[in-house]
């Protein structure tokens, strides 16, 4: 029975291919207005308005459709526009971030090359952390003892003189910032090798002020206040720091040509701002002049 039916279907279908061909055959062969090319344009004739008028109620389904497939290629078209945007943004910021820690690393070098501290073992330590408040001016390093880093030791960073170490745990320190009431500098005017102390400003802790210094003591406007470096048995604390270092610029100088002027100095580093610093981890050996 199954075989019947197969054969059967065969047969229709080899008889279908025949009539095709001959109809095509025909078609072909005979004049524009022969049987089977009238026929062909009454089907058409008939055929055409059905098709308009399916096309015309089919269009809104269709053009649904299409709205449909434009707004979601459109949303994934604006998902991985955003995408992209996210990781450009990103690069962007990481790019800029590295241009800002390399140009902070090169003035380091720049300062230990003008300043000849090679020699004292200057350690490189990125700012982990910052004092809460402005009286007590402190920053948390990520180098310690494993590092060489000791207390009492200068910090600096490309701009000038940071402040000093203060607390060492083996991979971490405190450094204790030359805005804080606690530090004390023995300094000179960079020019006319004027000295005094500098410590911060009483009520304004972003600032600092060089003090001790004479009547004849000639001190102006943007003259520039740098590191004694001095050694006296009297005052440990002068001995900390190597000469010539940078500390800022006076800015005004109160009761001028007295004993009892003050000096106002406005810091070179942003002590607020500070991402690397270096611990000279050697003491200044070279000979005083």
């Not at 003008?114 to 990125?126: D, K, S, Y």
């Not at 083996?170 to 005094?196: E, F, M, Q, W, Y």
């Not at 001995?239 to 010539?244: M, T, V």
Request: proline share 6%; glycine share 8%.
């Amino acid at each position: 029975m199954y075989d019947k039916s197969v054969r059967r279907r065969r047969a229709v279908l080899a008889l279908l291919v025949a009539c095709s061909l001959a109809l095509l055959t025909m078609y072909f062969g005979e004049a524009p207005n022969g049987a089977l090319h009238v026929m062909q344009r009454g089907i058409l004739e008939v055929v055409s308005p059905v098709q308009e008028g399916a096309s015309r109620a089919l269009k809104p389904f269709r053009d649904l459709i299409g709205w449909v497939d434009d707004t979601v290629g459109a949303k994934n078209d604006v998902k991985a526009l955003r995408r992209q945007l996210q990781e450009q943004r990103a690069a962007a910021i990481a790019n800029e971030g590295a241009a800002r820690e390399n140009a902070r690393l090169q003035a380091l070098l720049h300062l230990d090359t003008r300043h000849e501290l090679e020699h004292q073992g200057p350690v490189t330590a990125r700012v982990i952390g910052q004092s809460p408040t402005v009286w007590f001016a402190t920053i948390n390093v990520d180098k310690g003892s494993s590092n060489g880093v000791r207390v009492d030791q200068p910090v600096v960073t490309g701009d000038g003189l940071v402040g000093k170490v203060t607390a060492v745990s083996p991979h971490a320190a405190v450094v204790t910032l030359i805005t804080d009431h606690t530090v004390a500098v023995s300094a000179r005017v960079n020019k006319t090798g004027v000295s005094g102390m500098v410590q911060p400003a009483v009520g304004d802790p972003g600032e600092l002020v060089l003090q001790y210094t004479t009547s004849r003591d000639v001190i102006t406007p943007g003259q520039t206040i740098v590191t004694a470096g001095t050694a006296s048995r009297y005052d440990r604390l002068q001995d900390l720091f190597p000469g010539g270092i940078p500390i800022g610029r006076v800015t005004r100088v109160d009761d001028p040509r007295t004993d009892s002027q003050l000096v106002h100095i406005r810091p070179f580093a942003d002590m607020r701002r500070l991402e690397f610093v270096q611990v000279l981890t050697r003491p200044d050996t070279r000979p005083k002049a």
